[in-house]
């Protein structure tokens, strides 16, 4: 079953604006990771969290992690069409690196 | 350094065919994993490895089989193929917990 929900399922924003993107997710983890993929590609990994840490910046994304609430946020800043993409949360609950993802968040970023 | 590499890209098959997915990195990753994606469901986890000699299932096992003789091959059988195994199928590559695990670019199977 899927571990994660994310939210919303698809969102559509002009270049320069801020993308949020929320997953909520079931059981205790190990940490929560955060992948790219565009249309026909595999995935890229963006960020990971672990369940100790609160925040973590790249560039211009910044996560944070809520463990008492299970939920994390991806915020894009400054978007750009670039970004036109599906994005996937995903926990790793045992270390072994078996990742649970959730359903994805497509973004349109239109110029 | 090429990554995750999946063969072949693509691959249609007949009900009842059986057929080998291809995987192998060169980064010298410990773990590494078989995912399938369906429309709207995200990835699944299939099997995995935590290294060479060492597998085990994932959320959707069943009619697939993996072994890890090297540490670099990780190959995904399906023994008898079925529509329902009609799906998207990646490979990842991880070095060790709490790290990133790298995807190859996917192998589309189509099964009628």
């Known amino acids: 079953s899927q571990q994660g929900e994310e939210d919303p399922q698809a969102l559509s924003i002009q270049e320069g604006e801020n993308a949020t993107m929320n997953c909520s997710y079931k059981?205790?983890?190990?940490?929560l990771q955060w992948y790219r993929q565009n249309s026909g590609r595999g995935l890229v990994h963006l960020i990971l969290?672990?369940?100790?840490?609160r925040e973590k910046h790249s560039g211009r994304l910044r996560v944070t992690l809520d463990t008492s609430k299970k939920s994390s946020s991806l915020l894009i800043t400054a978007s750009r069409a670039a970004d036109t993409a599906s994005y996937f949360c995903?926990?790793?609950?045992?270390?072994?690196?078996?990742?649970?993802f959730g359903t994805g968040t497509r973004l349109l970023v239109s110029p | 350094n090429a990554g995750v590499t999946q063969t072949p890209k693509f691959q249609v098959l007949k009900t009842g065919q059986s057929m080998t997915l291809q995987c192998a990195q060169d980064?010298?990753?410990?773990?590494m994993s078989w995912y399938r994606q369906d429309p709207g469901m995200g990835l699944r986890l299939i099997h995995y490895?935590?290294?060479?000699?060492?597998?085990d299932q994932g959320e959707v096992p069943n009619g697939y089989n993996v072994s890890r003789s090297t540490t670099e091959d990780f190959p995904l059988r399906l023994l008898s193929a079925a529509p329902s195994q009609t799906s998207v199928y990646f490979c990842?590559?991880?070095?060790?917990?709490?790290?990133?695990?790298?995807f190859g670019d996917g192998t589309r199977l189509s099964i009628l």
């Open positions: 490895s935590v290294g060479a000699g060492i597998t």
């Open positions: 990842a590559s991880g070095a060790y917990s709490n790290q990133p695990q790298h």
């Open positions: 059981t205790s983890i190990n940490n």
């Open positions: 980064m010298n990753h410990e773990y």
């Open positions: 995903a926990t790793d609950n045992t270390g072994f690196q078996k990742l649970v």
């Open positions: 969290i672990r369940s100790n840490e």
